[in-house]
């Protein structure tokens, strides 16, 4: 049998020995590359898992917006502003109550109100409806209508009237009062004047009626006071101090004080024969 030549089998070694290293260490690099990659899919894997638990899972965000569109009632501003503290103004009694000095004090508004030296109105009671009517001063609405009715009817008859006094205040009254007591003595003041508070002319729908420039005491006797004693009444209004009754009334006569108290009573004050203060206290 022949053999190889001792070179040749040399080199037929070697290279198969250089070809068992190479192939071995390919085997080596492919698993290590292959090892590699299952560890970087692991991380990504693990860095995935580890975001979904972060973020509330399920995909769902954790802090999830709300659904609404428009804030809760607690986080809304009050519309209401806190209620202030307010001051009460003092007003009139709406009943009659007895005062200190014993003498009754009676609604503010009230025109049929028995307004004599018992009877009395607080001095912050004032009509609010005044009206001006001929002679310059004030009445309330209803009685200016009703007195300017009158003063139309008495000029037909030929009479000029007018009012040269009517609504006062409890001010004025005060003024008033102290001027007679001042003019003429206390005594002589108590009968021909009102105190403060007492007076008709608080109420604002009595006047004392004028003509010619007579008035007050000057126009007693006259004309005029003689049609407006016997027809005043059909406009409403009533002489609340006639002639002989100041034991009644409590004052003298005054035949051009007038008041109002609508067409219906007066015409009943009229019938009954009794004066307007008896009429009002019955």
Known sequence: MSTSPPSRRVSAAKRNGTVGRESKGGGLSSLFIGSIIAVVIAFLVL?????DAFSGGSGTPAAAPSTTDTPTAAASTPTTAPATATTVPKQSPTAATTAED????LPCGNILVPLDKQHKLTADCAPTDLVTVKGGTQLRSEAAGAFNEMLAAASK??????ANSAYRSYAEQASTFQYWVNTTGLAYAERTSARAGHSEHQLGTTADVGARGL??????GTPEAAWLAANSYKFGFIVSYPDGKEGITGYAPEPWHVRYVGKDVAQKVHDSGLT???YLLR
């Open 215 to 220: 008035e007050l005491e000057a126009f007693e």
């Open 102 to 105: 014993g003498s009754i004090v």
């Open 276 to 278: 307007l203060h008896e």
């Open 157 to 162: 008859a030929g009479f000029t009237l007018y």
């Open 47 to 51: 860095v995935t898992v580890a975001v």
